[in-house]
Structure formats: C-alpha cells, structure tokens
C-alpha cells in the first residue's frame, strides 16, 4: 500500500464540499446529501486525478432540446472538487457536446458510456493527462444498469491502488442486480454503500475501493 504522508492532501470536509456543490449549482448536496459519501470517499483516496462521467447538471438532456438554459449549469460538481485543492487534475466526460468547454478548473473528454470503445478511448486519454494517476472515478452520467456496468468495466482498472470509484444515484428497484454485476467486474475491492432513502428511491451512492 502506498503512504501518503497525512498533510500532503488536504482533507474535506462535508460542509466545505457541500458549501462548493451549492455555490456552483449542482444539487448533489441540496437534494441528495452526497456530500457524506463523497467527502468521505475523498478523503480516503490517495493523491491524483478525479475523473466525472456527467458534466452538466442540465434540464435539457441533449442537443435536440434547444439552447443550455438559465438553470443549467456546466461543470458545478467538477469546479466544486477542483476547489477543494484535493486533486491533482479534474477532468470531465459527457456526450453531450454543449457540455464540453474549456474550463480552468476542468478538461473535458467526449465519450458515450453506451459505448465500450468510447469509454475506452475516454479513459485512455484520462490516464495520458495524469501523471500522478486517477485516485477517484465518479458515475453521475446516464444512470442505467447498462451504463453503469460498461463504466466500471472499463474505468475501475484504470484507477490507481487504493483509488475510489463513487456510482451515484442507483435506484432501489434496480440496486440488488446492479450491485451484484458491479462487484463482480470491479474485484478485488472494498465497497460500501450509502442510502438516504428519505429523499428519494434513487439515492444510493455505491463507494468501490480498489485494492490492487
Ligand atoms: C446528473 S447530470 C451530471 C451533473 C453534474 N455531475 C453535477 O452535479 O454538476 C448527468 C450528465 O450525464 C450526461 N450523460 C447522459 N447520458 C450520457 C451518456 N450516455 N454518456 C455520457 N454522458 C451522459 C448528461 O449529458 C449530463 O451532463
């Protein structure tokens, strides 16, 4: 296991990352509390790149509806962690192509998590702008079993040792057959999962630890 000496990262706080989530517009702190798992997850990563498949939190779900409106905000989740001096690069990934801006806190990577050859690109291309390796990997993309499954085939074994990798938003309905195929592919690991089930069937962030 790799020793990061404990001041080298500095470490997150709930309140902090959930002040940043607000101030840039995305509600995973204002509607799901996933300021919890997510600071949690962070501070237990090692140092390095955080890679977002998901980039805007949008009410528009692609080209076809018109113009990005006033409450579509491009890149909150991804300009939240970049303050949080926690990473050493924070990249983005979508396929929508409205989505993928120039940014100083954030790259963006175009890719279809329907699409295993596009994921595999995305992630290449990840790890060729990390020097120091990708610690974290968060699914806030699609939010299928299809998509999920495909995003953790590909993108857990490019996490470095000890990296995270955060699914979010896996519905209840859904969580049992997901989370079996999820740690099946992503072996060996540690996992965790999160619930607050008060604020929707749909709020469930899966934690995966990778251990080699
Ligand atoms: C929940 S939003 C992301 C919110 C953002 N992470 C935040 O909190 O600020 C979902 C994103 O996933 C993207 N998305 C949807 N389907 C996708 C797919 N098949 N491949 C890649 N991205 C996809 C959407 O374009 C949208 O930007």
Aim: net charge negative; charged share 20%.
């Amino acid at each position: 296991m790799e020793l990061v000496p404990a001041n080298a990262v500095p470490r997150v706080t709930p309140d902090r990352l959930a002040n940043l989530l607000d101030f840039y517009g995305s509600n995973k702190a204002s509607k799901h509390d996933y300021q919890f798992p997510l600071s949690f997850a962070f501070n237990v990563a090692p140092a390095g790149a955080l890679v977002e498949f998901g980039i805007a939190a949008s009410s528009t779900h692609g080209p076809e509806d018109g113009p990005i409106g006033p409450d579509e905000y491009i890149g909150a989740s991804l300009r939240a962690a970049a303050d949080l001096g926690r990473f050493t690069n924070v990249i983005g990934a979508d396929h929508d192509p409205r989505f993928l801006i120039r940014s100083e806190h954030f790259t963006s990577i175009r890719v279809d998590q329907y699409d295993i050859e596009s994921l595999r690109v995305c992630m290449q291309q990840a790890d060729a702008m990390s020097p120091s390796g990708i610690a974290v990997v968060i699914d806030d993309g699609a939010h299928t079993h299809d998509s999920i499954l495909n995003t953790v085939v590909v993108a857990f074994p490019h996490l470095k040792k000890g990296g995270v990798m955060i699914v979010e938003d896996l519905d209840r309905s859904t969580l049992q057959t997901v989370l079996s195929e999820v740690l099946r592919v992503a072996n060996p690991c540690k996992w965790g999962l999160w619930s607050n089930l008060d604020q929707g069937p749909n709020n469930n962030v899966l934690v995966i630890g990778k251990i080699d």
